[in-house]
């Protein structure tokens, strides 16, 4: 049995930074919610099955093997210790998950743009409060965030082409997914916060250049971003122009 | 050089989770900011140091040797290989760190509770969203953690007393923290919550009875909880008597 990918279909969301390491990695798997022959029941099923000793908390989830594994972080740390994503070494594994942690606040942050009081209801209930998270988030936090990778790809001992060592791990993956997603929600405050980190926005534009992820992103698999994902465009909640 | 903890003087925070683990593995460790020789300006200086290769994104942050690692889950992660607070095997230590990872989330939506729309001003400035957050954390997310979490003790083939294994992890630890910073901020919907998840009010017990985590939370190490912390206690933001 191969590689089993579980996420919400019609999104790209959390299990967007997954996808990107599968793919990467060329690995064969399957998006069961997405499967012809799975769908929203058979994730459903895993999820709540009761002969599951470790379930999970929310998708995504991922089975390899013998391996049933929740939370993006975890899930891509599995994925770079057994495909080729990370470094070998310990302190280089720590270091990598350590920046992906940080861009899972990010992303977590940039959800809370558009759902900042109650993420069970709809963004129409709580645009007032949205536009004044998101105004936070644009001008305060979307720029420290940014600003730390741009310093940490600068401090790169092998250079400002990845964030660790000199080669590809899911961390570059995901900061391209993070890029991406914030030129998709916040499209004029991106490019104001870019221009101040050229190494982060180069390490965008490499990862969309790599060969898999290229023929990934030109695919039917790939959803297209829509106000349905983590990031969300509502031009209200972007810079005035 | 024995190990250093970085984190703001004055509340339990994040930092917390980090000195419970440290407490419980018996380390010597320096609280650098709380630090006679040390103070807030050692960890400005260790943060905003250009020669460090991994800057940490924001404390806490631990120097263990040659290791310099931030976010609490990753330091936690790195506490646990070294220290004995996770099991030797892979798929146990993955296990460990998603629910490490799921506590993270709980904790940050409690924090989110009175800081909903913008982290950098007062909560005075945001009450209004708060009351909607929290309204929204005490009724849908935090029954929905906690119930997580009863349902992985009652799954664990070791028996209930502990989330991995039958032994103490990092994880133990921190869902102790979690309900106690729960227990704090909101006394009465947590009452009502823990009913129906009476294993994790067992393991919360046992976790302070442990002889070591016992001490420290009689020693004058320990912080009070209060309202400059991740959980604060707001009556307003509690379930109404």
Redesign the interface.
Known sequence: MGIELYYWPGLQGRGEFVRLALEEAGLAYTDVARDPDGGMDAMMAAMDDPA??????APPFLRDG??L???T??IL??LG?HHGLAPRD??GR??T??IQ??IA?LV?EAH?THH?????TYYAD?KK?AL??AA?FRT??MPK?LG?FE??LD???DGPAHLVSGAVTYADLSLFQAVEGLRYAFPHAVGRVLKRAPHVAALARAVARRPRIKAYLASERRVAFNTDGVFRHYPELDDPV
Chains 1, 2 share one sequence.
């Open positions: 599951v000793v470790h379930p999970p908390f013998k391996i594994v929740g939370q972080a975890a740390m599995h210790a310990e302190a720590l270091w998950h350590q942690l940080t606040d977590a809370d900042p009081v109650d993420a069970g709580q409060e004044r998270r936070a305060q936090r965030f730390w310093t940490i401090r790169n001992p």
